[in-house]
């Protein structure tokens, strides 16, 4: 089980991103339409510069009132991104999202961005792949019966 599987399993490939110079309004929208957890922040070569999330997003506005509706992604993200290849386990990923207190998890393979998991997906693939299991077994009692 990879975080590889995982990506090919997602409904979507698609990855959510912003500019550096986006607002936090614009991040919030798109967080809201798209319903997501967090967004990326791409650099000029399209690598990521950084993240930002919900949580980012409501201690902002928390911290700063009405202030923080100026404040722009590249001033709100995490700049040092945790990242996960496609060879990386679902348990790992777990892990490491445990460790960190976030939910959501950038994948790079060859310095080139392939996607994005968050803890959701990664449930969501273990609860699959047990089900698999079930009617595995299931199937084979049923030919040994």
Same mark, same amino acid.
């Given at each position: 089980?990879?975080?590889?599987?995982?990506?090919?399993?997602?409904?979507?490939?698609?990855?959510?991103?912003?500019?550096?110079?986006?607002?936090?309004?614009?991040?919030?929208?798109?967080?809201?339409?798209?319903?997501?957890?967090?967004?990326?922040?791409?650099?000029?070569? &399209?690598?990521?510069? #950084? +993240?930002? !999330?919900? =949580? $980012?997003? %409501?201690?902002?506005?928390?911290?700063?009132? *009405?202030?923080? /509706?100026?404040?722009?992604?590249?001033?709100?993200?995490?700049?040092?991104?945790?990242?996960?290849?496609?060879?990386?386990?679902?348990?790992?990923?777990?892990?490491?999202?445990?460790?960190?207190?976030?939910?959501?998890?950038?994948?790079?393979?060859? &310095?080139?961005?392939? #996607? +994005?998991? !968050?803890? =959701? $997906?990664? %449930?969501?693939?273990?609860?699959?792949?047990? *089900?698999?299991? /079930?009617?595995?077994?299931?199937?084979?009692?049923?030919?040994?019966?």
């Amino acid at each position: 089980m990879t975080v590889g599987a995982v990506l090919k399993s997602k409904e979507t490939s698609t990855i959510v991103a912003v500019e550096p110079s986006a607002t936090i309004l614009e991040i919030a929208e798109v967080i809201s339409s798209r319903r997501i957890g967090a967004v990326l922040v791409l650099d000029a070569a &399209g690598g990521v510069a #950084g +993240i930002v !999330s919900e =949580r $980012d997003v %409501v201690k902002a506005l928390a911290a700063q009132k *009405e202030k923080a /509706l100026t404040l722009r992604a590249d001033s709100l993200m995490t700049r040092n991104v945790t990242t996960a290849t496609s060879a990386t386990t679902v348990v790992q990923a777990m892990n490491i999202m445990d460790a960190g207190y976030f939910r959501h998890l950038p994948v790079v393979n060859n &310095g080139k961005l392939e #996607g +994005i998991i !968050s803890i =959701r $997906d990664l %449930v969501r693939y273990r609860i699959q792949l047990h *089900e698999q299991d /079930l009617e595995n077994m299931k199937a084979y009692i049923a030919r040994m019966v």
